[in-house]
């Protein structure tokens, strides 16, 4: 059967001929492509790799030896979990445009997969009664001056903290800048349980020189300020990663069972001081201290 690849019988061969004869079957373009008929399939109904010709009368479907190479680089870019949404951007991009895609879809896939991690260190923990908390976090203690901090404070359940932190830390942040700058590194204070069923309130605070506490008070609404107490406090550092939630609360456990464990009493709430640059820092980067202020 002549499924339109031969020539007709005769001397010499058309130019549509010739080009008819470089073509590849769908089986054959998929074999050399390194996939599979089906997943052929997925990707020309997807847009991703149309064949080069239609047989008008069989239906069949041709392929450019040409083409390969993206065929493959489709094989290689799935081999990543990439979805074909992206795997088409890729497609649409400049080699080097290209390159840069791929890298940030994988920046993202490690971010995704540091999270997960540590998402299951804390359902291990959690689902074992804190069985192998101790070995997990390390805790520390210290004592904190006194601090002049401006503050921001709100009601907030977990999903709002993303948001709200990041924005309340930039506000304060600026006021700082009129006023010396920021002396210390910012933390938040949670006065009650920020979960599913309760709303903290939550607490931003930036420290800022004592010396500048008169032109705070004269400069008006501008921020909210109060003194922190000196004390001392128990902590454990985290990871970026680990701040996410619900896993940055198997942080707050490991101090809690440690205070629990040495008999040490709790004496303010629970709070979070954030000492990195947390938009340069990567997954694993040590960003935050998880600390309860205690009795020395």
Request: contains cysteine; charged residues 25%.
């Given at each position: 059967?002549?499924?339109?690849?031969?020539?007709?019988?005769?001397?010499?061969?058309?130019?549509?001929?010739?080009?008819?004869?470089?073509?590849?079957?769908?089986?054959?373009?998929?074999?050399?492509?390194?996939?599979?008929?089906?997943?052929?399939?997925?990707?020309?109904?997807?847009?991703?790799?149309?064949?080069?010709?239609?047989?008008?009368?069989s239906g069949y479907r041709y392929y450019r030896p040409e083409?390969?190479?993206?065929?493959?680089?489709?094989?290689?870019?799935?081999?990543?979990?990439?979805?074909?949404?992206?795997?088409?951007?890729?497609?649409?991009?400049?080699?080097?445009?290209?390159?840069?895609?791929?890298?940030?879809?994988?920046?993202?896939?490690?971010?995704?997969?540091?999270?997960?991690?540590?998402?299951?260190?804390?359902?291990?923990?959690?689902?074992?009664?804190?069985?192998?908390?101790?070995?997990?976090?390390?805790?520390?203690?210290?004592?904190?001056?006194?601090?002049?901090?401006?503050?921001?404070?709100?009601?907030?359940?977990?999903?709002?903290?993303?948001?709200?932190?990041?924005?309340?830390?930039?506000?304060?942040?600026?006021?700082?800048?009129?006023?010396?700058?920021?002396?210390?590194?910012?933390?938040?204070?949670?006065?009650?349980?920020?979960?599913?069923?309760?709303?903290?309130?939550?607490?931003?605070?930036?420290?800022?020189?004592?010396?500048?506490?008169?032109?705070?008070?004269?400069?008006?609404?501008?921020?909210?300020?109060?003194?922190?107490?000196?004390?001392?406090?128990?902590?454990?550092?985290?990871?970026?990663?680990?701040?996410?939630?619900?896993?940055?609360?198997?942080?707050?456990?490991?101090?809690?069972?440690?205070?629990?464990?040495?008999?040490?009493?709790?004496?303010?709430?629970?709070?979070?001081?954030?000492?990195?640059?947390?938009?340069?820092?990567?997954?694993?980067?040590?960003?935050?201290?998880?600390?309860?202020?205690?009795?020395?």
């Amino acid at each position: 059967m002549n499924h339109g690849l031969d020539p007709a019988p005769g001397a010499g061969r058309s130019v549509a001929g010739a080009e008819e004869e470089r073509l590849l079957t769908t089986g054959e373009f998929a074999r050399r492509g390194l996939l599979s008929p089906k997943a052929l399939r997925l990707y020309d109904r997807q847009g991703l790799l149309p064949p080069d010709r239609i047989d008008p009368d069989s239906g069949y479907r041709y392929y450019r030896p040409e083409r390969l190479a993206t065929a493959r680089l489709i094989v290689r870019l799935r081999g990543l979990d990439m979805p074909l949404a992206v795997v088409a951007e890729v497609l649409a991009l400049p080699g080097p445009a290209a390159a840069e895609r791929v890298a940030a879809y994988w920046a993202a896939v490690e971010r995704r997969t540091a999270s997960q991690r540590t998402l299951a260190d804390h359902l291990r923990v959690q689902l074992s009664g804190l069985e192998g908390i101790d070995e997990m976090y390390r805790i520390e203690q210290r004592d904190v001056p006194e601090q002049l901090v401006l503050t921001e404070q709100r009601r907030a359940k977990p999903e709002e903290l993303d948001r709200f932190i990041p924005e309340a830390t930039a506000r304060l942040e600026a006021v700082a800048a009129a006023h010396g700058g920021v002396a210390a590194a910012p933390f938040v204070v949670y006065h009650g349980d920020v979960n599913e069923d309760a709303d903290g309130p939550v607490e931003v605070c930036v420290p800022v020189d004592p010396a500048r506490a008169g032109e705070l008070t004269a400069a008006g609404p501008t921020a909210a300020h109060r003194t922190e107490p000196a004390h001392r406090e128990a902590y454990t550092t985290i990871t970026k990663a680990q701040v996410e939630y619900p896993q940055i609360l198997s942080a707050y456990d490991a101090v809690c069972a440690w205070m629990e464990r040495t008999g040490t009493p709790r004496t303010g709430p629970g709070r979070e001081v954030y000492f990195a640059d947390w938009a340069t820092a990567e997954p694993s980067d040590q960003v935050c201290d998880i600390a309860f202020p205690i009795s020395g």
